[in-house]
Every structure is written in C-alpha cells, then in structure tokens.
C-alpha cells in the first residue's frame, strides 16, 4: 500500500513538472510570435523617389510648383490617367518622362494592361 501511494505522489509530481515545463514552453513561444513584424509594405517607386517635372502635363500636375511631382500629385496625375484609359482605352505616354515608365512595351501610350500597373501602385 505503501508503495502505491509512493507511485501515485511520484505520477503525480512527474505531471506537474511536464506541464509546467510545457506551460513555459508555449509561453516562449507565444513571446517569439509577438516579436513578428510583418515585412515592409512594398511602395511604388515614385513614392520613394518623387520625380521630376519634366513636360507641360507634368507641370499641370505640379500643384504647388515646386518641380517634382510628390506622392499626392503623382496620385491626382495617376487617377485621371485612370480614368482616360478607362473611357479612351488609352493615355499619351509620350506626354511625361514619369508616366513613359508605366509604358511597358514602349509604344508610347498607356494601354488598359499598363493601367493594371498604375491600379496596383495606386492601391498601395
Ligand atoms: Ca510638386
Ligand atoms: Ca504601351
């Protein structure tokens, strides 16, 4: 009798080491999934670098005049774009340095695939 009462203490402390090793175990990992950071969100490129106010459509879009197009003209400029395409089926590319990079396969206007491009770093 003795004895089962010394294997029923010994299961019983064995379970409370296991579960509360298990218990810091999980709680390390609980603690690794908050340092978890998303990655970066990706950013079109005339948000980093804001360019230069090249042609007279450019200048139309450069609100405050200062020679560069910054992130909410490049927006304006981009949502008529949109727009354009979207009733025109396309826009003239040839008009701005800036918008030619949209111009994919270099034919000098932005077709409704192009505009996927815009939509997208639009979206962002
Ligand atoms: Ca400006
Ligand atoms: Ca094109």
């Known amino acids: 009798m003795k004895n089962f009462i010394f294997s029923l203490a010994f299961v019983f ?8 090793a298990f218990a810091q175990t999980a ?4 603690a690794q999934d908050d340092k978890k950071v998303d990655p970066p969100a990706p950013v ?3 948000a980093t670098t804001p360019p230069k106010v090249v042609g007279k459509i450019d200048q139309r879009y450069d609100i405050n005049r200062d ?26 590319a040839m008009a701005s340095d800036f918008l030619r990079s949209y111009d ?5 206007i932005i077709s409704r695939l192009e505009l996927e491009e815009i939509k997208k770093d639009l979206a962002l």
């Open 67 to 92: 020679g560069i197009l910054s992130t909410s003209e490049v927006k304006i400029f981009l949502r008529d774009v949109v727009a354009e395409v979207m009733e025109n089926n396309s826009y003239d």
């Open 13 to 20: 402390l064995s379970y409370l080491v296991i579960s509360v």
């Open 27 to 30: 709680n390390q990992q609980s």
């Open 104 to 108: 994919k396969n270099r034919d000098g």
């Open 44 to 46: 079109a490129f005339w």
